[in-house]
């Protein structure tokens, strides 16, 4: 539905964006995740037509956003950061006039307006004007102006900033149900969004993408994700050195508690492996006590630490990048990013 490949915009000697690959399967919700400045925004923006792309191409729904805008604005809704709202209109006003410029015929206005308030649960507010409305209904006409048209894709770039817990649980929603009928991308900073929202990531640092994957792929992928957390009692020492000798076994560190004589093994496992019955065989057959055991693994907030901290890359789902792993990050603009 959405294909991007080598995107790159420069701002005279400055670039935004370098070679950003891309694709969004129909039906998929892409998390486009990365800090501030990455380059989130300008990728949006070029994807929606709003700012042209120093080299590289984007299609969607089959069409080049640069050679055929108008039939690729037809089939886009797009949500800014900041809501494009006419305050001093009420909300189903705001609608029927959104219809009107996306060019919904007159016949079919009002049922596509209707449909939208409903789906964005505005039915209480669409008599009201749009300036009474708190950020969090503001943000949900800003996405029913999204949706008026009924496109295939719908671009929302962060969608949920400056709202309230409840605000955020009731947009994120929303976003999960229009799944069933368009592909979305969200563009976003906040974690928490992306793992309980998205089917796939992709992350940007400093203008580039440097990985792609599913949440679970990301996470599992990670150098020093997935092990255990195992409290027992013994010659910690020597339980180190066996379960360190297990072929599955990364890592093995000994961490103090404050029950005498206990201590905490926190073992990393080797990627796609399972040492949990062989450290439980290790430590039984040493006579230890074990008191708990919790399997642990890394979360899409330590992929992206690592990820944009340290500027690791991490082979993609997909082998993108040169040599079957992503290209490593450009210089970061701070140009024209929009963030």
Same mark, same amino acid.
């Given at each position: 539905?959405?294909?991007?490949?080598?995107?790159?915009?420069?701002?005279?000697?400055?670039?935004?964006?370098?070679?950003?690959?891309?694709?969004?399967?129909?039906?998929?919700?892409?998390?486009?995740?990365?800090?501030?400045?990455?380059?989130?925004?300008?990728?949006?923006?070029?994807?929606?037509?709003?700012?042209?792309?120093?080299?590289?191409?984007?299609?969607?729904?089959?069409?080049?956003?640069?050679?055929?805008?108008?039939?690729?604005?037809?089939?886009?809704?797009?949500?800014?950061?900041?809501?494009?709202?006419?305050?001093?209109?009420?909300?189903?006003?705001?609608?029927?006039?959104?219809?009107?410029?996306?060019?919904?015929?007159?016949?079919?206005?009002?049922?596509?307006?209707?449909?939208?308030?409903?789906?964005?649960?505005?039915?209480?507010?669409?008599?009201?004007?749009?300036?009474?409305?708190?950020?969090?209904?503001?943000?949900?006409?800003?996405?029913?102006?999204?949706?008026?048209?009924?496109?295939?894709?719908?671009?929302?770039?962060?969608?949920?900033?400056?709202?309230?817990?409840?605000?955020?649980?009731?947009?994120?929603?929303?976003?999960?149900?229009?799944?069933?009928?368009?592909?979305?991308?969200?563009?976003?900073?906040?974690?928490?969004?992306?793992?309980?929202?998205?089917?796939?990531?992709?992350?940007?640092?400093?203008?580039?993408?440097?990985?792609?994957? !599913?949440?679970? *792929? &990301? +996470?599992?992928?990670?150098?020093?994700?997935?092990?255990? =957390?195992?409290?027992? $009692?013994?010659? @910690?020492?020597?339980?180190?050195?066996?379960?360190?000798?297990?072929?599955?076994?990364?890592?093995?560190?000994?961490?103090?508690?404050?029950?005498?004589?206990?201590?905490?093994?926190?073992?990393?496992?080797?990627?796609?492996?399972?040492?949990?019955?062989?450290?439980?065989?290790?430590?039984?057959?040493?006579?230890?006590?074990?008191?708990?055991?919790?399997? !642990?693994?890394? *979360? &899409? +907030?330590?992929?992206?630490?690592?990820?944009?901290?340290? =500027?690791?890359?991490? $082979?993609?789902? @997909?082998?993108?990048?040169?040599?079957?792993?992503?290209?490593?990050?450009?210089?970061?603009?701070?140009?024209?990013?929009?963030?």
């Amino acid at each position: 539905m959405i294909e991007v490949e080598h995107l790159s915009k420069t701002y005279g000697s400055t670039s935004g964006i370098q070679d950003v690959t891309f694709s969004v399967e129909a039906g998929e919700i892409l998390g486009f995740l990365g800090p501030n400045g990455a380059g989130k925004t300008t990728t949006m923006r070029i994807l929606a037509g709003y700012l042209p792309a120093s080299s590289g191409t984007v299609r969607i729904a089959g069409y080049d956003v640069h050679e055929q805008s108008l039939a690729v604005r037809q089939r886009i809704g797009y949500l800014p950061e900041t809501p494009p709202l006419y305050l001093d209109m009420t909300v189903e006003g705001f609608l029927y006039f959104v219809a009107r410029l996306k060019g919904v015929a007159a016949g079919d206005r009002h049922r596509r307006v209707k449909a939208a308030i409903e789906r964005c649960n505005l039915q209480e507010k669409r008599r009201v004007l749009i300036r009474k409305l708190s950020k969090g209904f503001r943000q949900r006409v800003g996405i029913a102006q999204a949706i008026v048209h009924d496109p295939p894709v719908i671009i929302l770039d962060e969608p949920t900033v400056g709202l309230d817990p409840r605000q955020i649980i009731d947009v994120r929603n929303l976003i999960k149900s229009l799944a069933d009928s368009h592909t979305i991308v969200l563009s976003t900073h906040i974690l928490p969004e992306v793992s309980m929202t998205c089917n796939r990531v992709a992350i940007i640092n400093r203008g580039q993408i440097i990985a792609t994957g !599913t949440p679970d *792929s &990301l +996470e599992a992928n990670l150098a020093g994700g997935a092990g255990y =957390e195992i409290e027992t $009692e013994g010659d @910690s020492a020597a339980a180190q050195q066996l379960i360190k000798m297990l072929p599955s076994v990364r890592s093995v560190e000994s961490i103090s508690t404050t029950e005498t004589n206990r201590y905490v093994l926190r073992v990393v496992s080797q990627p796609t492996t399972e040492p949990g019955p062989d450290i439980v065989a290790v430590l039984v057959g040493m006579g230890l006590k074990i008191y708990e055991m919790r399997r !642990t693994r890394a *979360s &899409l +907030e330590d992929v992206f630490l690592e990820l944009t901290m340290e =500027e690791k890359p991490l $082979e993609s789902e @997909s082998g993108v990048g040169r040599g079957g792993f992503l290209n490593p990050p450009v210089q970061e603009s701070g140009v024209g990013s929009g963030e």
